[in-house]
T-cell receptor, first 115, second 110 residues
Framework: DGGITQSPKYLFRKEGQNVTLSCEQN?????MYWYRQDPGQGLRLIYY???????QKGDIAEGYSVSREKKESFPLTVTSAQKNPTAFYLC??????????????FGPGTRLTVL | AQRVTQPEKLLSVFKGAPVELKCNYS??????LFWYVQYSRQRLQLLLR??SRESIKGFTADLNKGETSFHLKKPFAQEEDSAMYYC????????????FGQGTTLQVKP
């Protein structure tokens, strides 16, 4: 089952700790995205990257950071500044820089729980 | 503002009944709209997009610009249709960003 992989599947964090969620894709896609999924709120965009070494904030970037050093990888760090980090995190990617008509492919997700 | 609204959190129907999952959007310009589906224990996946005017698994969705709607319909629901459905709008600019609705859980009872 290639495509997009996320690890770990479940992650537990103590308050005050930073944690990093991994997202890797072997689809040769240029654009990658991080969404947060909360019940009743749908998916909300955290960060996105259209090309290596470049990324932009989404709608709820506060308390999160990303890097895009390689085309295949787009890790998300949830910092201690994120007030309510317990959620399901989804990574996605799309080809050709995210242009029209390109489908977004999603990873299986990481469930983060703050203890 | 660009926004997608799915007014129903839960839609429960019996097998064989018609289904309509509602989606309304707010967007200035020509919208690009999608329906994504998440079955239990599976990843989120594209169901259909308005540009293709296709029918997937018996589902169709027509873009109504006058009513700013993109409702998902199926004439006869099946138990395997039970899932979470998200309507999504591709945002302006060439970024590929998607704006999602809140999602509707479809429950098809036997």
């Amino acid at each position: 089952d290639g495509g997009i992989t996320q690890s770990p599947k479940y992650l537990f964090r103590k308050e005050g700790q930073n944690v990093t969620l991994s997202c890797e894709q072997n689809l040769n896609h240029d654009a990658m995205y991080w969404y947060r999924q909360d019940p009743g709120q749908g998916l909300r965009l955290i960060y996105y990257s259209q090309i290596v070494n470049d990324f932009q904030k989404g709608d709820i970037a506060e308390g999160y950071s990303v890097s895009r050093e390689k085309k295949e990888s787009f890790p998300l760090t949830v910092t201690s500044a994120q007030k309510n980090p317990t959620a399901f995190y989804l990574c996605a990617s799309t080809g050709a820089g995210g242009g029209s008509y390109n489908e977004q492919f999603f990873g299986p997700g990481t469930r983060l729980t703050v203890l | 503002a660009q926004r997608v609204t799915q007014p129903e959190k839960l839609l429960s129907v019996f097998k064989g009944a018609p289904v309509e999952l509602k989606c309304n959007y707010s967007y200035s310009g020509s919208p690009e709209l999608f329906w994504y589906v998440q079955y239990s224990r599976q990843r989120l996946q594209l169901l259909l997009r308005h540009i293709s005017r296709e029918s997937i698994k018996g589902f169709t969705a027509d873009l109504n610009k006058g009513e700013t709607s993109f409702h998902l319909k199926k004439p006869f629901a099946q138990e395997e249709d039970s899932a979470m459905y998200y309507c999504a709008l591709r945002g302006s600019g060439n970024t590929g960003k998607l704006i999602f609705g809140q999602g509707t859980t479809l429950q098809v009872k036997p």
